[in-house]
């Protein structure tokens, strides 16, 4: 997995996980315990650019989710 991941930087972490989802046309259940163990429910509202490296890898790991489960 890269060191950093590139997204939109003017979009809100929640607003690139919905993307992600659309993206993948992701119909499952959400997976709240997954989202909240990796604090995304904490820092939804801020923009990408301001997240930093570690928090930016999180993100990477739970949109990584949605293209798994979208394979299975």
Known sequence: MP???????????????QMIKNIRNHK???????????????IADKKMRTLSDGTTQKSKRL???FYLIHLY
């Open 28 to 42: 499952g259940p959400e997976d709240k315990d997954l989202y909240e163990a990796f604090g995304m429910d904490k």
């Open 63 to 65: 949109h990584l989710h």
């Open 3 to 17: 060191q950093i991941g590139r997204y939109p930087e003017n979009m809100t972490v929640s607003q690139v996980i």
